[in-house]
């Protein structure tokens, strides 16, 4: 995998599997200095993370504090950049929205990773759902930052 100096985690409202992922991933050691941001694709105001998310993060000792959802924008899309859709469908979205852009990239989490089913949405289900959602992401997000590292060695 090559070197992104940015990675932007994608859903739908960017308050729930993005910044769960987000928070997950600055859990690990990332061998070289990259940017990583969440956002969601239909943002109309800045809300806070999904509660359950909170509940979910800080009972596996992720403190996540004042994270505000924010909409997907051009400024965000930079060249060095990798944006990490949570759903097929949300990859559609960005590239119908913003076409292809020259040095970035956009990609399904779990199809860069080799998962074959991607992350669920638990939105409106109970915290056990929000507690397998981050069981899975952890898991994804794990074997991202090892493709993220194998290139360093």
Known sequence: MK??????????????????????????LIKYPVEIVSRG??????????????AVLI?????????????LSLEDLVPGTLVLAIETAHKQKILEEYGEIPG????????????????????GKSLQSYGLC?????????KLVNLMNEEEE
């Open 134 to 142: 981050y069981e899975t992401l952890n898991k994804t997000i794990r």
């Open 41 to 54: 694709l239909v943002v109309l105001f800045p809300e806070p993370l999904n509660q359950k998310v909170e």
């Open 3 to 28: 070197r992104y100096r940015k990675i932007i985690f994608v859903c739908e409202s960017g308050t729930a599997r993005a910044p769960m992922a987000e928070a997950v991933i600055k859990e690990y």
């Open 59 to 71: 009972s596996n000792g992720i403190t996540v504090a004042n994270q505000m959802s924010q909409q």
């Open 104 to 123: 970035v990239d956009v990609e399904v989490l779990t199809d860069l990773t080799g998962d074959e089913l991607e992350i669920l949405n638990p939105y």
